[in-house]
């Protein structure tokens, strides 16, 4: 099994920025992508930045469109990261990391809050 513990949530004017940490444990070696969700009241959970750690597509990275060229997706040995830069109020929900190991199984973190007020 994985476990993941997320960080560095909090508050934040509007055009601020917050980084997001998640400590991964157990049997990372098996992990081959982590995605940063996110799932603000009231809506669907929606992933926003995903990077491959295993296989031929190691470090390649992913974004949904609306955080591109503001958030940056990375990975430090077993810890994950997510910058976030000219945050908006839109950008406010829980965030949660994921990873995703060869067996197509998921685990989850528990979540971070990230409130942007305009």
């Known amino acids: 099994q994985v476990q993941l513990v997320e960080s560095g949530g909090g508050s934040v004017q509007a055009g601020g920025s917050l980084r997001l940490s998640c400590a991964a444990s157990?049997?990372?070696?098996?992990?081959?992508?982590m995605t940063w969700f996110r799932q603000a009241p009231g809506k669907e959970r929606e992933g926003v930045a995903s990077?491959?750690?295993?296989?031929?597509?190691?470090?390649q990275t992913y974004y949904v469109n609306s955080v591109k060229g503001r958030f940056s997706i990375s990975q430090h040995g077993n810890t994950l990261y997510l910058q976030m830069n000219s945050l908006k109020p839109e950008d406010t929900a829980i965030y949660y990391c994921a990873a995703t190991v060869l067996s197509q199984t998921q685990y989850w973190g528990q979540g971070t809050q990230v409130t942007v007020s305009s």
């Open positions: 990077i491959y750690t295993a296989s031929e597509r190691s470090g």
């Open positions: 157990g049997y990372t070696d098996t992990i081959y992508v």
